[in-house]
């Protein structure tokens, strides 16, 4: 029944566009707009502040002790975290040394069907960035067998650690120069903020299904 | 909708204007909304080459739909996202149940999705006893309140919070009675992640489609979009077959019109861009996904060349925000799911002309909509066009019902009207005579509209060409 | 920006139908406006209407017959000055769309270029200087739509007002709303009509002005319509009829 359908919608598309007369020139696109490293990260850090993200300017060396002090503020008893990455290595042997106060480590090493139920309890998320975009101020995640899609959506609270120098100036630039129509993976995702809504008379709230906070630790070498 | 009664515009209308309530909700919501746009769309010649872009854009793809939405189907099916074609609102329905019974399945969580509202799906799953649970947030009010949705974007709009906290309070069990936003979002939240958490099946609907890459690619804020397209093993998407776009360049200035003009912001909380089921190796996202590509009348559209501009629209509904007429109405008085300026074109064109041509008369031409809309249709100009095919006999016309209100009076009065107005002595003839009674027209017809909130106009003692002649104007 | 005429001598003027039957003296006063701004007025006295009532309703064979009309009238290379946005409207914007499959398009096109609403003539093509003579008054102004969005002359006609040293111009709080009028509109959906030319005239109401001034007879007609049902004292005027009497002390039609 579907093909016969699709035969039917072709036949009509197909002797529709031939009646179209000329032919539509394609406008250039949109100026691009560039910006140097440090207001990359001042651009991406006041968007994404507007959209109430909590967003830290670190480096290499300090970046696990700022996300110590942001685990222990908020006394969480779990963080899911992906073990395969160097991101998750990193966490592991900070943890070993002294867990104290920290919430426990929990690595999602297994299929989604073993684990939804201790997902959703889990208090918080940890994960990597493949980049981000300066305008309109949001980060790349780029979910792979090592970092879960979930893992940025289901805990209430979601860290990301995002390297400084994979900040891009804009989304089409993101594309263009990491070639993303060669190489899209199952799902991408720009988030710009923790969830929210606005639907109940216009009043903005958040947390709504998505994470409640999002934390950002962007990392300066 | 599948329902072809003619609409009862009238009675519609006249419900509308009398709930007081309803059009403070939607004129206070509207100005917000109006507001934000401007305010994000704030330098006009950057929004203008913006909108020329949005337009091209769409107007490219659609020239080519045929090829691109097979060069679609190829590179989602390569990537092992399954593309079914429903030519009707009941295959699109009978699309899903399959889908579900396959699965066994008894429980959907729904995203957002203009197109299943048009398919009026809940209604038919809950007939095959299927719970279809809406998850966005505004969605899922109007779903426990057995409503349609009053607006594209913000589709509880109508209601105010102590009427949204009675719906709650009436509806979900164990929820406290509050009018606080966020203790009410936090009901929502702890009611729908159960449901994220067990559903065997997720459905969306598609922002844009790129058919350079088999993306499926979805804006939200809540995330409820994202649950519903990773959580469950299943996800269905659902588009309209205009929703498809050439390349992955498109997206950034096509999102950025879309979401400026939705919601005021410069990108939502989320951009979800879906590309295939779980791969192995992957330890989540669903294992199964679906696109359904919807026709219902759109090709037939599609091959007028004026009328295929009706489908350049990504369903901002900026267009309603500014309306001034469904900023008096309201969204449910249209009758069929999309209300506002898109609704009065695209209802008479998917519906027929019997069953809902009324709408196209429910405009004064102000032209705001066009002005806003951010791939620059022309409304006014197709609402014209559809004012033209009610009353044309012409036998080569492909709109459905044309001609159906086709009637003597109002032919012989444009015929009398247009003789007058070329035979102009006839028409100083008539205007004499009228000027002479120095009377009021007769209240009748239109002229007893006109006067039940207007003094009736009075023809002048002269004519302006009178006057012309008395003052020795040239008129060579 | 359309090409507006330098030091035009002549010019044509279309009165438009509604100014014909109940507004003369406010085309009258634009013809004055221009006279005194030493240019000389053509008035065809054949010309009727644009077509636009037809072409709105559904009826473009119609509309196009009066429209030839209009332009074998209109036939001289002279500028051609129409004291309504939405009329010039008509014929700036619309009879290329509306004549599109005609072969003398080119014509046409050309026609169309010669338009020009008055306020917007008066401004860019005159550079008209007004000298307020009358005492102080305050008032209000409504674009049409057309005005507004089609033509673009809503900042023109303020400007003009604005030039008038004892007319205190106060904005109406939705200026850019539409009247409700739309032409069949108000007699097809009077209901919509009634609440929308409602809100635009308690709107005019608070605005505390003694006059409401717009540059378009349809709008007049629905909103001085519905001022006088509803017993206001606001007076509802022709831009050019108002400006006519503020520097002349006197009636367009005296």
């Excluded at chain 1, 993303?180 to 299904?209: C, Q, R, Y």
């Excluded at chain 3, 240019?39 to 064979?61: H, W």
Aim: glycine share 6%; with cysteine; net charge neutral.
């Amino acid at each position: 029944m579907s093909e016969q359908s699709r035969q039917r919608i072709f036949a009509r598309l197909t002797a529709g566009s031939q009646q179209v007369s000329a032919p539509i020139v394609k406008p250039d696109p949109m100026p691009a707009k560039t910006y140097n490293q440090a207001e990359k990260i001042e651009k991406l850090k006041t968007l994404m502040e507007a959209m109430r993200t909590e967003v830290h300017v670190t480096d290499a060396q300090n970046w696990i002790y700022k996300l110590e002090e942001i685990l222990k503020t908020r006394e969480l008893k779990s963080l899911v975290y992906p073990p395969e990455t160097a991101l998750g290595e990193t966490l592991q042997s900070h943890w070993e040394k002294d867990a104290s106060g920290l919430p426990q480590l929990i690595p999602y090493e297994t299929e989604i069907e073993d684990f939804k139920d201790r997902l959703f309890s889990i208090d918080a998320g940890i994960t990597t960035v493949a980049g981000a975009i300066a305008d309109p101020g949001a980060l790349i995640l780029w979910p792979s067998n090592k970092e879960p899609r979930l893992m940025s959506l289901v805990p209430s609270i979601h860290i990301a650690v995002l390297e400084a120098d994979k900040i891009f100036s804009s989304f089409l630039e993101a594309m263009q120069k990491e070639k993303w129509a060669t190489k899209m993976p199952t799902n991408v995702v720009l988030i710009s903020g923790p969830s929210k809504t606005a639907d109940i008379e216009m009043t903005l709230a958040f947390g709504v299904h998505g994470p409640r906070e999002l934390i950002v630790l962007i990392v300066e070498k | 909708m599948a329902n072809h009664q003619p609409l009862d515009f009238k009675n519609n209308v006249s419900r509308a204007l009398k709930d007081t309530q309803l059009i403070k909700n939607i004129q206070s919501a509207m100005n917000t909304l109006v507001l934000k746009r401007k305010n994000i769309f704030s330098d006009d010649a950057e929004t203008e080459q913006l909108r020329t872009l949005g337009n091209a854009t769409k107007s490219l793809a659609l020239s080519k739909l045929p090829e691109l939405l097979e060069r679609l189907e190829k590179k989602c099916t390569e990537n092992g996202i399954r593309v079914h074609w429903a030519e009707t609102i009941p295959e699109a329905n009978q699309l899903v149940l399959d889908i579900m019974k396959s699965h066994d399945a008894t429980r959907l969580v729904k995203g957002k999705s203009m197109v299943s509202e048009e398919m009026e799906l809940n209604a038919y799953l809950q007939q095959h006893g299927i719970e279809a649970l809406e998850t966005d947030l505004g969605e899922f009010i109007i779903q426990l309140n057995h409503e349609t949705p009053a607006h594209i974007i913000v589709p509880a709009i109508h209601k105010n919070r102590d009427q949204i906290s009675k719906i709650f309070h009436d509806n979900i069990p164990d929820s406290p009675y509050t009018e606080n936003v966020d203790e009410l979002n936090a009901i929502a939240r702890k009611t729908l992640r159960k449901k994220f958490q067990k559903a065997d099946v997720g459905l969306s609907g598609v922002n844009f489609a790129v058919a350079e890459t088999g993306t499926l690619c979805l804006v939200e804020n809540e995330g409820n979009g994202r649950m519903c397209t990773t959580v469950p093993g299943v996800h269905i998407a659902l588009m309209g077959l205009e929703k498809v776009v050439e390349k992955l360049e498109d997206l950034p200035p096509m999102l950025r019109l879309l979401i400026g003009s939705a919601t005021g912001q410069l990108i939502t909380t989320y951009v979800n861009m879906i590309t295939s089921p779980r791969k192995p190796g992957e330890k989540d996202g669903p294992k199964e996904v679906h696109l359904i590509i919807l026709d219902n009348g759109r090709s037939k559209i599609y091959a007028d060349a004026q009328r295929r501009q009706t489908l350049y629209c990504i369903r901002c509904g900026t267009c309603l925000s500014h309306c001034p007429v469904y900023n008096r109405i309201g969204g449910h008085a249209y009758g069929y799911i999309y209300p506002g300026p898109i609704g009065k074109i695209l209802n008479p064109q998917v519906e027929g002309l019997e069953a809902a041509g009324v709408l196209a008369t429910a405009s004064s031409l102000c032209n705001a909509c066009e002005e806003v809309c951010p791939v620059k249709i022309p409304i006014p100009e197709l609402i014209r066009r559809i004012r033209n095919e009610s009353y044309s006999k012409d036998p080569t016309s492909t709109v459905a019902g044309h001609g159906y209100k086709s009637n003597w009076i109002e032919s012989l009065t444009w015929k009398i009207w247009a003789i007058a107005n070329t035979y102009p002595l006839l028409n100083a003839a008539g205007i004499k005579i009228m000027g002479a009674l120095g009377l009021k027209l007769p209240k009748v017809g239109p002229l007893k509209q006109w006067t039940h909130c207007r003094k009736a106009p009075e023809f002048a003692p002269q004519s302006l060409q009178e006057l012309v002649k008395q003052n020795g104007v040239d008129n060579e | 920006m359309p090409n507006y005429p330098d030091n035009p001598q002549k010019v044509y003027y279309f009165g438009t139908c509604l100014v014909n039957m109940f507004y003369p003296g406010a085309g009258m006063a634009g013809i004055k406006l221009l006279q005194q701004n030493g240019v000389q007025v053509i008035f065809p006295s054949q010309q009727t209407c644009c077509g636009q009532p037809a072409y709105n309703s559904g009826f473009p064979d119609e509309a196009r017959t009066v429209a030839r009309k209009q332009m074998e009238l209109f036939y001289k290379d002279y500028p051609i000055v129409v004291p309504s946005g939405s009329c010039a409207g008509m014929m700036r914007h619309h009879y290329p769309k509306l004549f599109e499959n005609d072969p003398r398009i080119d014509e046409i096109v050309r026609f169309s270029g010669r338009i020009f609403e008055l306020s917007e003539f008066l401004v860019h093509a005159l550079n008209i200087k007004l000298e307020d003579q009358g005492p102080p008054i305050k008032v209000t102004w409504h674009s049409s739509c057309h005005a507004l969005r089609e033509m673009e002359v809503t900042e023109d006609s303020k400007s003009l007002i604005r030039q008038l040293k004892k007319v205190e111009l106060v904005e109406l709080q939705n200026e850019s709303d539409c009247c409700g009028f739309g032409g069949t509109f108000a007699v097809k959906q009077p209901a919509i009509s009634a609440v929308m030319v409602k809100d635009k005239t308690a709107d005019i109401q608070q605005t505390g002005a003694q006059r409401l001034i717009t540059g378009d007879c349809g709008c007049l007609m629905n909103i001085n319509g519905a001022m006088q049902y509803e017993n206001k004292s606001i007076k509802g005027q022709h831009l050019a009829e108002f400006i006519w009497e503020r520097i002349n002390g006197e009636s367009s039609t005296a």
